[in-house]
């Protein structure tokens, strides 16, 4: 790509493109999904366990552990993640495990992590 100018000097209005964006763009539910979706991955403690679930599925005592919290702090945020989707849990006798719950959570996670490791 080419160099990218700071600020825009130019006075011309490209109405077309404006209109078209203008009806509903700031109400659009599909917009205001994508925005909520990412908001649950800002959290430092959500993006710990995904890293955690990206490797192997695991019980909130080992999770716990491993984040150095509380079992209820973990199942918190388990329960988080488990609302909007992104994870979901299987009941073994006593013990809940957490894994990812579609390839597509996963895929997007691995990618975001992809992108960022380019500048590390």
Do not use: W
């Not at 700071?6 to 109405?15: T, V």
């Not at 979901?88 to 390839?103: D, L, N, P, V």
């Amino acid at each position: 790509m080419g160099k990218v100018e700071k600020g825009c000097d130019c006075r011309i209005l490209h109405e077309d493109i404006v209109k078209m964006f203008k009806r509903g763009f700031n109400q659009n539910p599909l917009l205001l999904k994508l925005a909520d979706f990412f908001h649950i991955l800002s959290d430092n403690t959500r993006i710990s366990i995904l890293s955690v679930l990206d490797q192997n599925e695991i019980c909130v005592s080992d999770l716990s552990s491993i984040l150095n919290m509380t079992k209820s702090a973990v199942s918190h945020q388990l329960r988080i993640l488990k609302d909007a989707g992104f994870v979901k849990c299987e009941k073994r006798g006593k013990e809940i495990f957490y894994s990812y719950a579609s390839e597509d959570v996963r895929g997007i996670f691995e990618i975001a992590l992809n992108h960022i490791s380019k500048d590390l």
